[in-house]
């Protein structure tokens, strides 16, 4: 069964987001405005080495007044690949670039709400190749899988992005 789009119409728009009204109607016939997001895709790297564990920044996020762990990620750019955003989001806010990268999966985060992807990788390894940008986490951790499972269970893996890389991490462990 497939929604049926009448029309749509702007309500606010930014070089981030869009938001729209969209004329739709169910394939029950009813007929009504629906709210839907528009902004760019993401993408995040969770990166992995055998002797450290996994890379997580810990930072504070203004909108919902909570700290957690993060993996780098952040707006894929204009003309920019989501391995590629990846790569520089990693090197931008924790100093490292990553190895060699594979795809984990990608996802829609909100799909009856949003046309955001959000793309995660894996890297095995990488080098540390200048400072973290300070704005972005308070520190740089490389955390052992135990640990990481307590994380996840303490509920410190706050966005949808780096819960998809660690949980996905932890599977690849079993």
């Given at each position: 069964m497939e929604w049926t789009v009448h029309g749509q119409r702007e309500v606010y728009?930014?070089?981030w987001i869009t938001l729209s009204l969209v004329d739709?109607?169910?394939p029950g016939g009813r007929r009504y405005e629906h709210h839907a997001i528009s902004s760019l895709d993401a993408a995040g790297v969770i990166v992995s080495d055998p002797d450290r564990g996994v890379m997580l920044m810990w930072?504070?996020?203004f909108l919902s007044n909570q700290w957690g762990?993060?993996?780098p990620g952040g707006m894929i750019e204009e003309g920019e690949s989501p391995e590629e955003a990846a790569r520089r989001e990693c090197i931008e806010e924790s100093g490292w670039s990553p190895g060699p990268m594979r795809l984990l999966q990608y996802f829609n985060p909100n799909a009856g709400q949003s046309t955001q992807r959000f793309w995660v990788f894996a890297a095995e390894g990488g080098e540390q190749v200048g400072p973290a940008f300070s704005d972005?986490?308070?520190r740089v951790?490389?955390?052992t899988p135990?640990?990481?499972r307590q994380i996840v269970s303490e509920n410190l893996v706050l966005d949808g992005l780096s819960a998809i890389a660690v949980l996905q991490y932890l599977a690849s462990l079993t």
């Amino acid at each position: 069964m497939e929604w049926t789009v009448h029309g749509q119409r702007e309500v606010y728009q930014s070089p981030w987001i869009t938001l729209s009204l969209v004329d739709v109607e169910t394939p029950g016939g009813r007929r009504y405005e629906h709210h839907a997001i528009s902004s760019l895709d993401a993408a995040g790297v969770i990166v992995s080495d055998p002797d450290r564990g996994v890379m997580l920044m810990w930072r504070h996020r203004f909108l919902s007044n909570q700290w957690g762990f993060e993996v780098p990620g952040g707006m894929i750019e204009e003309g920019e690949s989501p391995e590629e955003a990846a790569r520089r989001e990693c090197i931008e806010e924790s100093g490292w670039s990553p190895g060699p990268m594979r795809l984990l999966q990608y996802f829609n985060p909100n799909a009856g709400q949003s046309t955001q992807r959000f793309w995660v990788f894996a890297a095995e390894g990488g080098e540390q190749v200048g400072p973290a940008f300070s704005d972005e986490a308070e520190r740089v951790d490389w955390v052992t899988p135990s640990r990481l499972r307590q994380i996840v269970s303490e509920n410190l893996v706050l966005d949808g992005l780096s819960a998809i890389a660690v949980l996905q991490y932890l599977a690849s462990l079993t």
